[in-house]
């Protein structure tokens, strides 16, 4: 083998090194419990009908993927959604962490969820992906999508 196809060998197994994904960590038992923490927080804020309280709980630079809609993007207009979901007639909602991974300032969580009226009938369960962001030390949520579970109304 001459010089130039080791040179190109090893730079072909340094660009695969380099480029290979990075493999997800489990959080660290504090990073879970934090954001454990927040979800029950958020729960808390909606059974209180706080909208603006939802809304703080989010990264300044937020967005919001709710179903059947477009992005939700910054306070403002996240609180607003909440709002809608308050007036809604939606009073409770039960989160559960399936899984959180973390790397550095950032953390994802897998989960699912159950949104109860007020006479504690549940009216929609699903799941969802939270990508949380750490802001002055506290876990703020970054990303947040979810979607039901339940079937499709019949046509």
Do not use: C
């Not at 419990?33 to 009908?49: C, M, T």
């Not at 159950?114 to 506290?138: C, N, P, Q």
Request: aromatic letters at 6%.
């Amino acid at each position: 083998m001459d010089h130039a196809m080791r040179v190109m060998g090893t730079v072909a197994v340094a660009s695969a090194l380099l480029l290979a994904p990075v493999p997800a960590r489990a959080a660290a038992p504090g990073t879970r419990a934090a954001i454990e923490e927040a979800n029950a927080r958020f729960s808390e804020l909606l059974a209180k009908g706080d909208a603006a309280g939802l809304a703080a709980l989010y990264a300044a630079e937020a967005q919001a993927f709710p179903p059947n809609s477009d992005i939700v993007a910054g306070a403002p207009a996240i609180q607003k959604l909440w709002q809608g979901v308050i007036d809604a007639g939606i009073k409770a909602a039960k989160l559960t962490t399936v899984d959180v991974t973390a790397a550095g300032e950032l953390a994802s969580e897998s989960g699912r969820y159950e949104m109860s009226g007020a006479d504690g009938t549940v009216v929609d369960r699903g799941k969802y992906v939270v990508v949380w962001k750490r802001v002055g030390g506290r876990w703020k949520i970054l990303r947040d999508i979810w979607n039901t579970s339940l079937p499709a109304p019949a046509k």
